[in-house]
C-alpha cells in the first residue's frame, strides 16, 4: 500500500511549478498501534488480576501547518486526534472507545527545491500524546500525557497553483500511560493521506 501512494504521487509530474512558503493541510487515515499492551486492568470493577489491556488500531484525523524555512528545509507544527479502542482481555471480554490527542512539531528535509511540484520529504520531532480513557474528557485535563519522539517520510504533490496532495508514514514513540504495568515503549502509526492548500 505504502509503495503504491507513494509511487501514484510520484507520477503526477516532477515538473518545477511554484514557489511555496506556507502550506496547511488536513489528513485522514489508519492509526496502526504496534507493541500496544498497557498491563493489567485497573479501570474495570471485578477484573481478575490476570485481565491484560492494550489499545487496537483505530483512525486518525490530522491538521498540520508548514512552512519553507529554506531551499530544502521545512518545518511542521499540528493537531491530530487518533480513535483507539480500549480493549480489555477479560473475563468478559469487552472494548470501549479511547481517543488520543497529539501535539507535534517537526523538521523536514525535501527532496526537492520549494518550486517543484513533487516534493518527497523525511521528518523528524518531537510530540506529545494524550490519553485520554474511557469516561474521561481531555477539556477537564484528566487525560496523561506522554512525551516522544517522531520520525518517518511523506510526499507532497502540487494540484494547480493553490492546492496539494500529501501522504505521510509516521511513527510516534512514546511511553505507556497509567502504570499499568506494561513494558517498553509504545508505537502510534501514521498511514496518511490529505488534501492542503498553498501559500
Known amino acids: ?3 503504491t501512494l507513494f ?3 510520484l507520477l503526477l509530474g516532477s515538473a518545477a511549478a511554484f514557489g511555496q512558503s506556507f502550506d496547511a493541510s ?3 487515515g489508519a492509526s496502526v498501534i504496534t507493541n500496544n499492551s498497557i498491563g ?17 488500531n483505530g483512525f486518525r484525523l490530522a491538521f498540520r501547518l508548514g512552512f519553507d524555512l529554506k531551499s530544502h528545509i521545512g518545518a511542521e507544527v499540528g493537531y491530530a486526534y487518533n480513535r483507539s479502542q480500549l480493549h480489555f482481555d477479560g473475563p468478559p471480554v469487552t472494548e470501549q472507545g479511547f481517543g488520543i490527542h497529539q501535539g507535534f512539531a517537526d523538521a523536514l528535509y525535501y527532496f526537492s527545491k520549494e518550486n517543484f511540484r513533487i516534493r518527497p520529504f523525511v521528518a523528524g520531532g518531537i510530540h506529545f500524546s494524550n490519553f485520554v480513557p474511557p469516561g474521561s474528557s481531555a477539556q477537564y485535563g484528566q487525560g496523561e500525557n506522554k512525551f516522544g519522539v517522531n520520525y518517518g517520510a511523506g510526499v507532497k504533490a502540487r494540484l494547480g497553483e493553490k492546492w496539494e496532495l500529501r501522504g505521510d508514514f509516521r511513527q510516534y514513540e ?3 500511560p497509567f502504570g ?8 502510534l502509526n501514521e498511514i496518511s493521506v490529505g488534501f492542503g492548500i498553498v501559500i
Open 180 to 187: 499499568l504495568g506494561g513494558s517498553g515503549r509504545l508505537f
Open 174 to 176: 512514546q511511553g505507556k
Open 1 to 3: 500500500m505504502k509503495f
Open 40 to 56: 493489567q486492568d485497573i479501570f474495570s470493577s471485578g477484573a481478575t488480576a490476570s485481565s491484560q489491556v492494550r489499545l487496537n
Open 7 to 9: 509511487s501514484s504521487l
Open 26 to 28: 488536513i489528513s485522514g
